[in-house]
């Protein structure tokens, strides 16, 4: 079935490095995808979007690749900050439902 | 502009209780969202309403009915709760009309079931 799924649950980022976050999905017809932050005890907040005849979109300090070839996502971002500690969470807008992975929790470390 | 409103914050129920949850959206959004999230998952659908007047399952409505009171409003009930029911509850609203397909979430009503 479809599916969104994250390749590493926890990542440990340097203050002022890049981070990455990575994500797969299955569903090759899908035409938007979605990286939100979770901070705790709070819902997801929106970061950044992609429609699927994009590649690559900017935001203040995020970036998100779209690889259709592998169907690859991948959230950076720059200059990392203690502020950007959070469970980041990719999705997958499919048909008025989200799908999404498990989520990846950013780990700054001072 | 508050976004999205959920009430209550923090429920208790007893198995077999029922309740509702409450949810409203001051966007003037077309398109309403219930989800539940478990401990270290991703979000999981339960219901959706894509306009006034039209609900639809998600991926997990077992246990669950949904009403789309007006625009606005979007409520969740639980008819005879369920220890598999403790999760986290969010509301979302989008509108896939504009530019931005982004959801904008509530901040989540915290259910325990015992």
């Known amino acids: 079935g479809e599916s969104v799924g994250l390749h590493l649950p926890t990542l440990s980022v340097q203050e002022g490095d890049n981070s990455i976050i990575n994500c797969a999905y299955s569903n090759s017809a899908s035409d938007y995808f979605i990286w939100y932050k979770q901070e705790s005890g709070k819902g997801p907040q929106f970061i950044i979007d992609?429609?699927?005849n994009m590649d690559k979109r900017q935001g203040q300090r995020v970036t998100v690749l779209l690889n259709k070839t592998v169907k690859h996502l991948s959230l950076q971002i720059a200059a990392t900050q203690p502020g950007d500690s959070a469970v980041y969470f990719c999705?997958?807008?499919?048909?008025?439902?989200?799908?999404w992975g498990a989520g990846t929790k950013l780990i700054i470390k001072p | 502009n508050a976004g999205v409103t959920q009430t209550p914050k923090f429920q208790v129920l007893k198995t077999g209780q029922s309740m509702t949850l409450q949810c409203a959206q001051d966007m003037n959004h077309n398109s309403m969202y219930w989800y539940r999230q478990d401990p270290g998952m991703g979000l999981r659908l339960i219901y959706y309403s894509a306009s006034e007047g039209t609900t639809d399952k998600g991926e997990v409505p077992n246990g669950y009915n949904v009403s789309r009171l007006n625009k606005r409003e979007f409520s969740l009930r639980l008819e005879s709760a369920a220890p598999s029911q403790t999760s986290v509850y969010f509301c979302?609203?989008?509108?896939?009309?504009?530019?931005?397909?982004?959801?904008?979430f509530g901040s989540g009503t915290r259910l325990t079931v015992v």
């Open positions: 992609i429609r699927s």
């Open positions: 979302a609203s989008s509108d896939r009309g504009r530019g931005t397909d982004g959801y904008t």
């Open positions: 999705a997958e807008n499919s048909n008025y439902q989200l799908i």
